[in-house]
Each structure stands twice: as structure tokens, then as C-alpha cells.
T-cell receptor, first 115, second 117 residues
Framework: AQSVTQLDSQVPVFEEAPVELRCNYSSSVSVYLFWYVQYPNQGLQLLLKYLSGSTLVESINGFEAEFNKSQTSFHLRKPSVHISDTAEYFCAVRRKKEYGNKLVFGAGTILRVKS | GAVVSQHPSRVICKSGTSVKIECRSLDFQATTMFWYRQFPKQSLMLMATSNEGSKATYEQGVEKDKFLINHASLTLSTLTVTSAHPEDSSFYIC?????????????FGPGTRLTVL
């Protein structure tokens, strides 16, 4: 079975400051890794994903995450946040085998960007 | 990205009644749909996985007779909460997936807030 731990339930940060949202996972098999974002009153949107290859993946809005196999982590970072980044962020994993296999989510981290 | 809708967005019902929630993929054919439940300040918990035209696969601990799932077409899945009770009050979220490359991407609906009085 897989599990995901997001160590921070809330992260307050000032606008233009850097931020890191932590995610650790546990799995006995190889997994794909995902970050989803949920803006207020909206559904989850895929932010970025790691499938294979380069361990550093980037999103179109400046976020990046690095897969660290030895530390079983997939932390999300952004060098300079905006007010519009305020949202809840979910880390998730899925087993590599079997198309359609389920996602296992962390509890979520609420990012609050203050001006 | 792909769009998934849910209807209704909010529903309040009396204890003992049944509630149907619809999940639609608006611009793609979803071979697989997932239903999640989210309690306040908790993670999304998968309830069941459904493939078009076949019976849903329920996660351990989820009562299939209470949470009826139908996936009759490639664009529509429904979740019916039968004989709802206050403990069924929760945020229900669906996602839809179509095979794409190495890993299918799930597109999520906006969720349905169910309150059972």
C-alpha cells in the first residue's frame, strides 16, 4: 500500500517570498508522483507530475518539484509567490503498473500568501 | 485541460432520502471515473473506481449498496447515496480519466457538498 504525508497543514508566506511545501511518500513499489492544486470553490487541477526521466519537473506558473528517491520526497517549491497562488495543494502518488490505478492523496497543505 | 462537471454543487436532504450526484466529462471520453469523499481538513479518500459499462470496484469499507455507482456512458457517471444519514454528510468529488501516455491523468470535478439533516 502507498501513503502520502504532507507535513504542513498550513503555510503562511508573504508575497514575493519563496515557499516550499513538503511531501513524503511510502511505497513498496515504484510510483508516479503528482501535485494538484485546489483554488477556493473549484475542483482539483493537476499542477505537475513526475513519471520518469529528469527528477526536476516544472509547471507553467513557476512551481517546481524534485523527486528524491532516497528520501522518498517530492517537495514543491516556488522562488517567488503571488497572492493568486493562495490555494490548497495536494501531493499524490500512483503505482506505476496498471492503467487506471488509484491515486493516494496527502492531507493537503493550505498556502496563504499575504501582501 | 479537460473539463469535468458535477451536479449539483450543493444539496441538502432529509435523513432517509436518496441523493443522486452526476459527474460529466465535457470534452473527452472518460474510460474510467473515480469517486472520492473528502472530510473537513482531511485528504481525499477514494470510494470506488468505475469503468464504462462495467460494475464499479469499491474500496474496502465502502458499502456498495449504500453508494450506488453507475457509469452508463463514456461521459457520465452517477453516485447515488441511498437512505442518507447525517454521517454521510461530506464533500464528494469525482474525477475522470482517459488513457494518455504512460500515466493516465485524472481530471477532477468541482465537488458536491452533501448535507444530510
Amino acid at each position: 500500500a502507498q501513503s502520502v504525508t504532507q507535513l504542513d497543514s498550513q503555510v503562511p508566506v508573504f508575497e514575493e517570498a519563496p515557499v516550499e511545501l513538503r511531501c513524503n511518500y511510502s511505497s513498496s513499489v515504484s510510483v508516479y508522483l503528482f501535485w494538484y492544486v485546489q483554488y477556493p470553490n473549484q475542483g482539483l487541477q493537476l499542477l505537475l507530475k513526475y513519471l520518469s526521466g529528469s527528477t526536476l519537473v516544472e509547471s507553467i506558473n513557476g512551481f517546481e518539484a524534485e523527486f528524491n528517491k532516497s528520501q522518498t520526497s517530492f517537495h514543491l517549491r516556488k522562488p517567488s509567490v503571488h497572492i493568486s497562488d493562495t490555494a490548497e495543494y495536494f501531493c499524490a502518488v500512483r503505482r506505476k503498473k496498471e492503467y487506471g490505478n488509484k491515486l493516494v492523496f496527502g492531507a493537503g497543505t493550505i498556502l496563504r500568501v499575504k501582501s | 485541460g479537460a473539463v469535468v462537471s458535477q451536479h449539483p454543487s450543493r444539496v441538502i436532504c432529509k435523513s432517509g432520502t436518496s441523493v443522486k450526484i452526476e459527474c460529466r466529462s465535457l470534452d473527452f471520453q472518460a474510460t474510467t471515473m473515480f469517486w472520492y469523499r473528502q472530510f473537513p481538513k482531511q485528504s481525499l479518500m477514494l470510494m470506488a473506481t468505475s469503468n464504462e459499462g462495467s460494475k464499479a470496484t469499491y474500496e474496502q469499507g465502502v458499502e456498495k449498496d449504500k453508494f450506488l455507482i453507475n457509469h452508463a456512458s463514456l461521459t457520465l457517471s452517477t453516485l447515488t447515496v441511498t437512505s442518507a444519514h447525517p454521517e454521510d454528510s461530506s464533500f464528494y468529488i469525482c474525477s475522470a480519466s482517459s488513457k494518455s501516455g504512460m500515466a493516465d491523468t485524472q481530471y477532477f470535478g468541482p465537488g458536491t457538498r452533501l448535507t444530510v439533516l
